[in-house]
């Protein structure tokens, strides 16, 4: 039987298909053979933690934990959870410049000043943040707006670092205008700054899964989902753009990563640039 040799921990074929359906089952994340590796590498370090002998030893302690707490361990030690403040850039010009002026006339014009977002797959926060620094400063100079954006994951982990509006200098380095939008604080004799309270209020954090229930009413203005979609197979992606599309009010946006499009899955959206798309 193959198996993958490194230090000292050993992923056989049998337990590598097991764990490769349970997270598929779970969450949808799609762990072909190339992901094999990662596999062992990020979980050998959790065995090491606890004392495990084996993946298989492991994966028994898992499923017999009835509180879930060891399974959610292994879903964030398996999660990737790269960020940063204002990531591909692109998608928040088209929010300023274009998308959330004719949001803010239209709404203005129907007396509804509520604007409602989803940051889906939010990681350790500087998605939403950005997002809600991007909206805040627009409507700033429009009267008075109720700006809420939900942002969700799957890693407890990052969800509780995203809560916590901190981050090192080193996160804001590569935008230091949006130092305007947090607190300075000294921990450690390191530099750290940490969101300030208009944004905290703006931002919802909440655990969720994918592939589970959305407990959303819908009627959103814009979902951000990047980076995401990439680990799921096509018919895990058909299925969340279908979904998403049903949470967007008519002239919602979906934004997705710079290396995902919706070529190749059947859906309503309107293509209006690469990784924006319109619901109608």
Known sequence: MQTLIANDMVLSENDFVKISKIVYDHCGINLHDGKKELVRARLAKRLRMCNFTSFAEYMDYVLADKTGIEFSIMIDSLSTNLTGFFREPK?????????????????????????????????????????????????????????????TDISTKMLDVAKTGTYDAEKLESNPDIKKHFVQNIANKCKIFTVNQYLKDAVIFRYLNLMGDWPI??????????????????????????????????GGILFTGHSESLTGIEHKFSYVRPTIYLKP
Not at 103 to 109: E, G, M, N, T, W
Request: aromatic share 14%; proline share 3%; glycine share 6%.
């Open 91 to 151: 998608h928040f010009e088209f929010m300023q410049n274009k998308f959330l002026p004719e949001l803010i006339d239209r709404k203005r014009k129907l007396n509804n000043y509520k604007i409602r977002g989803w940051s889906a797959g939010c990681s350790s926060g500087q998605e939403p943040y950005s997002i809600a620094m991007t909206v805040l400063d627009s409507v700033q100079s429009h009267g008075r707006w109720d700006v809420k954006i939900l942002a």
């Open 217 to 250: 009413r819908g009627h959103l203005d814009f979902i951000f989902c990047r980076n995401v979609m990439i680990y799921f197979d096509k018919p895990t992606q058909s299925y969340l753009v279908n979904r998403f599309w049903d949470m967007l009010d008519s």
